[in-house]
């Protein structure tokens, strides 16, 4: 199928309502074909921009274009981009079979045409045999597979997904996430995803735009956003972290680090301006140790609380300042490590932590 | 008897439907109850199941007798309703007007559901008051009142005359025009709230959905918003279908005797005229119409007069 993505550029988008302001001055630009993710807790302002760019709701300011031409004020049955809701939002009275041909029979396709089309896109989301089926007499990933067919039916050159798979189990959620994935994949469309699931993000999207009251905060591949978030709000969104309160920041030979309890902690060289800052680290990246590493950042720390997670162990650790630490480990390594006794070293590798800077 | 019916059942159900609405869905969604023993539910509602016997049954069993019984044995009365041109015409006269009524309340009343259910915050509280304030006035009162507006020497023809846009009266009582007006008013809000209870259970977002497809309004109306409603649309008529076949009131004041309905006929059988054998075979009929209609009102539509619409 031939493609018609296109790409969009939001130039300081803002919403209020009265005095709340619900999007502070967005700029984002959304590549043609891309997996674009926005996340952010309930109430950060994504779904707004979402309905910013669907034409469902118009901004108070700033401007969007579609490649190169400004659409801030075309309405949402012009822009016709494709749309999956929260719900799914399906004609309750039509069948799996009318619900996909109505986007179709809106823009005045043949008869043969609509069928056609219809009979090739059951297909492709995997519906055949429930063509006659209402709303109501199917599944949830079902109905979600009609939603997604339905907003995809008209090659639309962006698709809009509003949580779509917030009322699926997890074990479900897991399957038609990979099939939104591959529709991405065949499709070539651009595609919005909005969620709060940060997980789901990381897995899905080619990049994700972090919002949080109405900024936003972020936009990054998956692995930067985790890897480099800009800040501790986004550090701490996308999954358990460790802060440790560093003083004295500055630059050696190997890298910028600080001082922690009386230990020098080094990370990748980055900018800073000195001082107190917060030196943040994965517990997935930290592992133990029976003394101090020569090459790697090391806490003398001691264990407090561990919880079997299955193929993983989760432990929780109290530094000699009463610090706070969480480090994960492969269910077998953790065991060989507790043999030592509960006082111990936690260690990382110097290019795994990162400085965030102070506020926020 | 027939015809009084309708009436305390309209009393009695009216404002169990419309009040609190926005919180009914919230209601329908909670979960079920534990259930009561049935004993006590039964002990709850025999009063009202003892009076329906009482006052209703019995009763009604009696003119049933009468109906094959006056003036003497036999199925005499239904042969004459059958072939009487009076009395055909009567039942003739009813259904027209019956159409023409539930036609005009039902599409008024999916005007004005519409606004009450979908209009801004000013516009939904107006329409309230609209409904309520009359809803909630004697259907006599209300009939006087339309009789001093639209006799011959009432206030329109007065104010018409005095304006020089017309010469002598028009005729707006005392014939089927008037009737259809006063019980179209009486009935509008009988129809609007199985709309709105309807309107209510429509999801906003499939209404989005259909725009973000890129549907003009009026095809979302067509195509979407009155298939989601129909259900409401089927109550609605049914239920004022059913309301007009047994008025009485409106149809006597404004008719002025001249456009009879059914109630009134079994009025002059019994009242005026020694003919009860004949009276009490018409509200028969009425009765067997009546109870099909409900039969079919509570088959089809029972989800939208209860909320739920789906």
Known sequence: MDTRAVGLNAIGIGKSYGAFRALKDVSLDIGRGEFLTLLGPSGSGKTTFLMILAGFEQATSGRLMSEGVDITARSAEARSFGMVFQGYALFPHMNVEQNIAFPLQVRKMSRDAVGRRVAEMIQRVGLTGHEKKLPAQLSGGQQQRVALARALVFEPSVLLLDEPFSALDKHLRGRMQDEVKRLHQDFGTTFIFVTHDQSEALSLSSRIAIFNHGELLQVATPQDVYERPANRFVAEFL???NLLPVENIGDCSIGTGGSFEGARLTGPRQEHAGGAGTLAIRPEHMSLADGCPRDANGVAASI?????????????????????????????????????????????????GFLLPEGR | MAAAAPFSRAEEEGPSVSLAPDHRTEWGRQAT?????????FCFIAPLLAFLALVYVIPFLGVAEWSVTLPKPGIGQYERLATDPLVLSVFLRT???CAIVTFVSVTAAYAIAYVWVRGTLLQRRLTELCILIPFLISVLTRAFGWLALLSSRGLVNTWLQASGLIDSPLQLARNEFGVV???????????????????RSVDERVLLAARGL??????????????MTASGLIGAALIVFVFTLGFFVTPAILGGGRSIMVAELVYLRMF?????????????????IVGALMAALFRFARPAMIGGGR
């Open chain 2, 214 to 227: 890129g549907a003009s309004r009026l095809r979302i109306f067509w195509r979407v918003f009155l298939p």
């Open chain 2, 95 to 97: 259904f027209r007007i």
């Open chain 2, 33 to 41: 109850p534990r259930r009561a023993s049935r004993w006590i539910g």
């Open chain 2, 272 to 288: 005026q005229s020694p003919d009860w054998g004949l009276g009490a075979a018409v509200s028969v009929v009425l009765v067997l």
């Open chain 2, 181 to 199: 007006l006063g019980m179209t008013h009486v009935l509008i809000p009988f129809a609007a709230f199985p709309l709105a209870s309807a309107m």
């Open chain 1, 239 to 241: 999954g358990e972290i």
């Open chain 1, 304 to 352: 407090i609380a561990t919880t079997y997670l299955g193929s993983a162990m989760r432990l929780g650790l109290a530094t000699r300042g009463g610090t706070r630490i969480i480090v994960t480990l492969p269910t077998e390594t953790a065991a060989k490590a507790l043999t030592n006794g509960p006082d111990l070293w936690v260690t990382w590798p110097m290019d795994k």
